[in-house]
């Protein structure tokens, strides 16, 4: 079964500058998970997805980050426009059900966003 | 509030010992109790969870940890530890409290020496 998929695993952009990340789940799952985990802590939820309609985005920075997952299945988180406090590794997970069914979820290996 | 608290920031453990890494919750009502390991450069890989029945579970790697619902822990464990279990250890919790989304400890760095 292949994993969830992020791309690009690395990305370098000065600040104000825009950035994407492109996350595939794997196939079948219904929640889509992006988390931002900055160096020496646990991860921080962004937005959760069910399907293609959003369950939590109470800690998405809405002024400058956007997400969406059209169609349910692939999603892409836009950072625009990039700050320094932004640098941090960014984590897309999948799982088969949401979270209140005690559902694990599984994560790619993360996009490591550097602002300078 | 929902919360998690790993009180050690690194645990070291010479190979072949046994290890435990401590995890310490709150939480209304009944938990769903996770742990995760994450490895250089790599995404969070789940290893084992509890959700309901016995309160030792087994996961993936020969690791397990035990729910201990009078001292709200879930501390993972492992009989003999190699050191290929190095890494970053996460304990993750939900409840009703915070509407079942994953409230995370700050994880603990472990080291295991040869």
């Known amino acids: 079964e292949a994993g969830v998929a992020q791309s690009p695993r690395y990305k370098i952009i000065e600040k104000r500058q825009s950035v994407a990340f492109w996350c595939n789940p794997i196939s079948g799952h219904a929640t889509l998970y992006w988390y931002q985990q900055i160096l020496g802590q646990g991860p921080k939820l962004l937005i959760q997805f069910q399907n293609n309609g959003v369950v939590d985005d109470s800690q998405l920075p809405k002024d400058r980050f956007s997400a969406e997952r059209l169609k349910g299945v692939d999603s892409t988180l836009k950072i625009q426009p990039a700050k320094l406090e932004d640098s941090a590794v960014y984590l897309c997970a999948s799982s088969l059900r949401g979270a209140e069914g005690g559902t694990e979820a599984f994560f790619g290996q993360g996009t490591r966003l550097t602002v300078v | ?114």
């Not at chain 2, 742990?35 to 996961?59: A, C, E, H, S």
């Not at chain 2, 290929?84 to 472990?110: P, R």
Request: net charge neutral.
């Open chain 2, 1 to 114: 509030a929902q919360s998690v608290a790993q009180p050690e920031d690194q645990v070291n453990v010479a190979e072949g010992n046994p290890l435990t890494v401590k995890c310490t919750y709150s939480v209304s009502g009944n938990p769903y109790l996770f742990w995760y390991v994450q490895y250089p450069n790599r995404g969070l890989q789940f290893l084992l969870k509890y959700i309901t029945g016995d309160n030792l579970v087994k996961g993936s790697y020969g690791f397990e940890a035990e729910f201990n619902k009078s001292q709200t822990s879930f501390h993972l464990k492992k009989p003999s530890a190699l050191v290929s279990d190095s890494a970053l250890y996460f304990c993750a919790v939900s409840g009703m409290d915070s509407n079942y989304q994953l409230i995370w400890g700050a994880g603990t760095k472990l080291i295991i020496k040869p």
